[in-house]
């Protein structure tokens, strides 16, 4: 049973996304030095509780429950790459959401997470235009949500840009935030 559910995890880690500046891939094992430069930086939680990691541990721990998600929901993170530099810049893509969040259960969650040096180059939307494309002609989705913290304006700025509409505030572990959701 073990083998073939790793089988059909192999399958799902064929995923590619190619745009003029950036490859969206699959999370990898070997992705844990860049995703712990990422998520161990204050500014880059900022608005997300201020809850950096610290140790390279928690951050492999977060990527066996993404390589799950694949296999558990057929969708996850995937890892952002400029292509230029062929450096790992942080991460996109789509999630499927299955505790409750603003009462809502079951939904796709569209989000992103840049190293601060990418901010501000339009990547992040960029990439949320094609992880959009992605869900509602691949997936055949209907619906896609996007929550940001009500402080980030920047990160809302992308998602409206990407054409999500702003529906209302919820709390989110005691933090004020917007939701955000485009429609096929």
């Not at 996850?76 to 893509?93: Q, V």
């Not at 009500?150 to 005691?174: D, G, H, P, T």
């Amino acid at each position: 049973m073990e083998s073939n559910r790793l089988f059909k995890l192999y399958l799902l880690m064929q995923f590619l996304i190619e745009t003029e500046r950036l490859i969206l891939r699959e999370f990898r094992t070997s992705d844990d030095k860049a995703m712990f430069e990422l998520d161990s930086d204050l500014q880059v939680h900022q608005y997300l509780g201020n809850n950096p990691v610290t140790t390279i541990e928690q951050v492999q721990t977060y990527i066996t429950n993404i390589q799950h998600q694949y296999l558990d929901n057929g969708i996850g993170r995937w890892i952002t790459i400029e292509k230029s530099s062929d450096e790992i810049i942080g991460w996109a893509g789509l999630k499927f959401i299955t505790e409750y969040e603003n009462n809502q259960i079951n939904f796709h969650d569209v989000g992103y997470r840049l190293m601060p040096r990418y901010w501000g180059k339009g990547y992040a939307t960029e990439a949320t235009n094609a992880i959009l494309k992605y869900g509602f002609e691949t997936m055949n989705l209907k619906k896609i949500i996007g929550t940001v913290n009500a402080e980030n304006k920047a990160s809302r700025n992308v998602l409206e840009k990407c054409s999500l509409q702003f529906i209302e505030q919820f709390y989110w572990k005691n933090i004020l935030c917007d939701w955000l959701e485009i429609i096929k």
